[in-house]
């Protein structure tokens, strides 16, 4: 799997919109861009995924640039219960016989303040 | 959305004893889980894929007599550590993907927190 690089630390203030970067510049063709998030002592919780366009759901917005080298994780109105560490990961697409097998970075500490 | 559930959530043995962690798909057919391993401000380390009816693929550097995996039915997979010591104090946990049908979503358990005294 291709590595990612993500800030190790970020704050955003509650009711803002947090904005989380991830570089993927050796990205595969095949590879899905993961977002997953883990509150402390708890199992990690899936976000968002996407190939190469832009995706939304409940939870977040995934903004993935055209070359696919970069992505932005979007949560439009941070709460304090937001603040977890994010990790971003590429992988193969479903199917593949890696599929599932994900590698964790260090992601990026959020932190949410009043 | 999908659930994976694992049991138990914590446990505590002597050093020596051995601990068994179940990890479960509650509402759809896992054909194959993947278990983790994070130690206090790490990040998660895939320890050992675990496919249904077939033995496990550990990673590199994982004891695979130490860290005995079944996956007898296509909802529950377990993980044995077996006679633990302090350093395998650890968090547990595991994730599972779906058979034919998925989403793309991979779903992870809640974790187990396993502590040797």
């Known amino acids: 799997d291709a590595k990612t690089t993500q800030p190790p630390s970020m704050d955003c203030a509650e009711g803002r919109a947090a904005n989380l970067p991830c570089n993927h510049s050796t990205i595969s063709g095949n590879e899905y861009v993961y977002w997953y998030r883990q509150i402390h002592s708890q199992g990690p919780q899936y976000i968002i995924h996407g190939l190469k366009n832009n995706e939304t759901n409940e939870m977040a917005s995934l903004i993935i640039t055209e070359d696919r080298k970069s992505s932005t994780l979007i949560l439009p109105h941070a709460t304090l219960r937001d603040t977890a560490v994010y990790y971003c990961?590429?992988?193969?697409?479903?199917?593949?016989?890696?599929?599932?097998?994900?590698?964790f970075g260090q992601g990026t500490i959020l932190t949410v303040h009043p | 959305g999908a659930v994976v559930s694992q049991h138990p959530s914590r446990v505590i043995c002597k050093s020596g004893t051995s601990v068994k962690i179940e990890c479960r798909s509650l509402d759809f057919q896992a054909t194959t889980m993947f278990w983790y391993r994070q130690f206090p401000k790490q990040s998660l380390m895939l320890m050992a894929t675990?496919?249904?009816?077939?033995?496990?693929?550990?990673e590199q550097g994982v004891e695979k007599d130490k860290f005995l995996i079944n996956h007898a039915s296509l909802t529950l997979s377990t993980l044995t550590v077996t006679s633990a010591h302090p350093e395998d104090s650890s968090f547990y946990i595991c994730s599972a993907r779906g058979g034919l049908t998925h989403t793309g979503e991979l779903f992870f358990g809640e974790g187990s927190r396993l502590t040797v005294l």
């Open positions: 675990s496919n249904e009816g077939s033995k496990a693929t550990y």
């Open positions: 990961i590429v992988s193969q697409v479903a199917g593949g016989t890696s599929y599932g097998k994900l590698t």
